[in-house]
């Protein structure tokens, strides 16, 4: 079987030849199109016909060609694509290179590198690097897509101001003060009405805005300008669709073989990287939207990559502009809740229609409302938030660096001067390192800022050598990488000022304990690392110190001071200027072990948790501890969550007690000691509806999916999940609450030694408890990344960094 061929065709093939060869044949599979589908596309279709004559106004095509390339990234890569919501077509991060290739080689030899790009961009599929493309620094990417911004804005002014644009951003620069004086009043009076309608429509208030948001700003500007410039008489230039007979089709490449290359690789670059970029982006988007479960899956990089290379040899052959992932149509795709692929494609069937049947209608349009169209979305990809990122991050040489060189250069090389910048960077923060040296209150302080390499080890053995005999000494490492030469002479000095009755202290900047030896075994590493900043936990075989246990807190304290609160002090201000509003109520038990944090993925402000031994809630009027009665009124009735999970957990010493004791709980005193019971026992006794319900022969009881119970103490722990759930129900906000839609009730069981969560689906008497799928988290191998193409973007927040 070829490498390149997907696995679900392969799984295809073997299903069928594995058939019985005597057994009826299989009836032909129907097509099912969701309503979702339907009004996704046509949402679709509303923004991709008026950008996609824009692109090809700007990249200076026949404007027909923008139309093949939308219908052909509809259909094409709609079909074979591995991400099924994203929608692709004309991109405006491809409008540089591509006006390039237009003024050097002409249109038919541009076909031409788009068909040469398409098998570049199949041959990296099945050699499956989709993966590994994602790892172009997000300053450098940032920086082209700002780049590529920059000149489409600065070419478009020219149109919009009734002129033509030059060949490369500083003939446009140079020439605009000539524009300005001989400016066109009719056109830069339909750009500006364009310009008007795309910024204030989707900021229209009230109900009714909201209402007619749902049509595309983009849609809404052509038109009106469309529609003004009609009424008005204004004489203007117009899109002009000529008979598709005459439409140019690709045509054999002409020119140097160098510069062809280069070209094609330039068109594979941009177009796979914004494509993958885009596929990590929506399915960011599909997990994080309110509603019905998309059936489509998480996207297949690989095969996206060879459904972009297919619709880019078909676009190209047909004579059209190079095709990529869309941001602001995949965002409307997502947004207007496509549940397949379906959407896509027939979004590309209505673009086919359109281009056969609404040309009359479409040879309306102003050429400078397309122009104003195309230059806000330059404008846009220039984007504040990430500049202000890049600035937090220290990488503001390699996003101007390649922004300069992309608009000054063009593409290829703006890329490839930000990558060497971005080398240069890494390199000189590698081997810049500063080394202080102070005493203070009688300590000697020294303090190494920066990676800890061979290269560093002279400045570091000064800096010791300073410290006299016998003093105490307090080494603090603000790097996360110290190769073996620095631990070496780091560890010699150690032990000689040790010898020589001196006391050191090694610190670390994130972890703010001892720094142990690298070179530990095996069963005395931690395990941890992977999902916790902290390490001042008991994880190997080593103890505190005797004289350490109460400084354990405070090492916490002083490494949360020093690295954790200047990257939260920003987000505790906002939630201190405008109070909590968490989402939810989140009730577990005490247990150490238990990090709510950690298991849902949550930060300051986003829970309102509520812990006690056993994950307990008192039945109202029951007891004379009314906490947790006030804990869920509180959040029910003053913070209005909008959802309750009770989260118990395995190995639950609760849940243990009460199956060691039983009935016995039931009594206000120790059985034949007439002793009042201790608080604990007191407070156990909520726990006994629990083991009654597990009792109770006539219910099977709550069970892991796909397993029984591995013994009581687990069937103990998911059925106390399932009764304080009933008990919350009689809490009387929590019913009143439940009675008019505005809450939620969820159980939820968290296996401690598999570090599995579960969450409960069923009816009474039938509740199975349902293992959470683990997805890879695309933000831990890619780039976060806002490709915005008009009046939409992919929202940052729903990206990690």
Request: with cysteine.
């Amino acid at each position: 079987m070829p490498a390149c061929v997907p696995a679900h065709t392969a799984k295809s093939a073997r299903t069928e030849r594995s058939h019985p060869p005597h057994s009826p044949p299989r009836r032909p599979r129907r097509l099912r199109l969701a309503g979702a589908d339907l009004s996704a596309s046509v949402a679709v279709f509303l923004i991709a016909l008026p950008l996609s004559l824009g692109i090809a106004l700007a990249t200076g095509a026949p404007l027909r060609a923008g139309l093949v390339a939308a219908a052909v990234g509809g259909l094409v890569a709609g079909r074979l694509g591995g991400s099924p919501l994203q929608v692709s077509g004309p991109a405006a991060g491809l409008t540089v290179v591509t006006a390039d290739l237009i003024q050097r080689y002409g249109w038919r030899t541009t076909c031409a590198v788009t068909v040469l790009a398409g098998l570049a961009q199949l041959a990296l599929g099945c050699l499956r690097v989709a993966r590994g493309a994602l790892a172009v620094s997000p300053a450098v990417v940032h920086g082209m897509l700002a780049g590529i911004g920059v000149t489409i804005a600065v070419a478009q002014v020219h149109i919009v101001l009734g002129g033509s644009p030059q060949s490369s951003v500083l003939d446009n620069l140079r020439a605009l003060p000539a524009q300005l004086t001989g400016l066109d009043p009719a056109a830069l009076a339909v750009s500006a009405l364009t310009l008007a309608v795309l910024l204030t429509w989707p900021r229209l208030p009230g109900r009714a805005g909201r209402l007619l948001g749902r049509v595309p700003a983009a849609l809404v500007a052509v038109t009106a300008a469309t529609a003004v410039a009609s009424l008005t008489g204004l004489v203007l230039p117009r899109v002009d669709l000529p008979s598709w007979r005459s439409h140019a089709l690709a045509g054999l490449p002409q020119g140097p073989v160098l510069g062809l290359v280069a070209a094609a690789l330039g068109t594979t670059l941009v177009c796979s990287v914004q494509s993958l970029l885009g596929a990590v982006a929506v399915d960011k988007l599909v997990a994080g939207r309110a509603g019905p479960t998309a059936r489509a899956g998480r996207s297949d990089l690989d095969r996206e990559l060879l459904g972009q290379g297919a619709a880019n040899v078909v676009s190209g052959a047909l004579g059209g502009l190079p095709v990529a992932g869309v941001a602001v149509r995949s965002t409307a795709n997502v947004r207007a809740g496509a549940v397949s692929r379906n959407s896509t494609m027939l979004h590309g069937v209505l673009v086919v229609i359109a281009a056969l049947l609404m040309v009359p209608v479409l040879e309306f349009v102003p050429l400078a409302s397309l122009a104003a169209l195309v230059m806000a979305v330059g404008i846009q990809m220039v984007s504040p938030h990430h500049i202000r990122t890049v600035t937090r991050h220290q990488e503001v040489p390699v996003y101007a660096a390649t922004a300069l060189g992309v608009a000054a250069l063009g593409v290829l090389q703006g890329v490839a001067l930000g990558i060497a910048v971005a080398v240069a960077v890494a390199l000189r923060r590698l081997t810049r390192t500063r080394i202080t040296h102070e005493e203070r209150k009688g300590f000697h302080h020294v303090h190494v800022r920066g990676q800890l390499t061979f290269l560093a080890v002279p400045r570091l053995s000064r800096a010791l050598h300073l410290v006299p005999p016998g003093a105490a000494v307090v080494v603090r490492l603000d790097g996360s990488f110290m190769d073996h030469a620095a631990y070496e002479a780091l560890q010699d000095w150690q032990r000689t000022h040790t010898a020589q009755g001196g006391s050191v202290e090694l610190t670390g900047r994130r972890t703010g304990v001892r720094i142990a030896e690298p070179a530990a075994p095996d069963g005395a590493r931690c395990r941890c690392r992977p999902w916790t900043p902290w390490r001042n936990h008991q994880c190997g075989n080593a103890a505190p110190a005797p004289g350490d246990r109460g400084h354990r807190l405070a090492h916490g304290i002083r490494a949360f001071q020093h690295s954790t609160a200047p990257r939260v002090r920003e987000e505790l201000a906002r939630l201190a200027r405008e109070g909590q509003r968490p989402s939810q109520l989140f009730l577990t038990c005490a247990d150490s072990r238990l990090v709510t944090s950690m298991i849902t993925s949550s930060g300051p402000g986003d829970l309102f948790v509520v812990r006690n031994v056993g994950n307990l809630v008192p039945p109202p009027g029951q007891g004379d501890d009314d906490s947790v009665a006030a804990a869920v009124e509180y959040a029910v009735d003053v913070l209005e969550v909008r959802s309750i999970t009770v989260c118990g957990h395995s190995g639950c010493g609760a849940m243990q007690a009460l199956l060691a004791s039983g009935p016995d709980f039931a009594s206000d005193t120790d059985s034949g000691s007439g002793h009042t019971r201790t608080p604990l026992g007191r407070w156990l006794r909520h726990g006994l509806p629990s083991l009654e319900r597990m009792a109770d022969d006539g219910r099977p009881g709550p069970r892991p999916a796909g397993r029984p119970p591995a013994d009581e103490v687990e069937r103990l722990c998911l059925t106390n999940v399932v009764q304080q759930l009933e008990h919350l129900r009689a809490h009387d906000s929590v019913a009143r609450a439940l009675r008019e839609g505005a809450l939620e009730l969820h159980g939820m069981y968290f296996h401690v030694g598999e570090a599995e969560a579960y969450l409960l689906t069923g009816a009474d008497g039938e509740e199975t408890f349902t293992r959470v799928e683990a997805t890879e988290t695309p933000q831990a191998t890619a780039p976060s990344l806002t490709l915005s193409d008009t009046s939409g973007t992919l929202s940052e927040k729903t990206f990690q960094e």
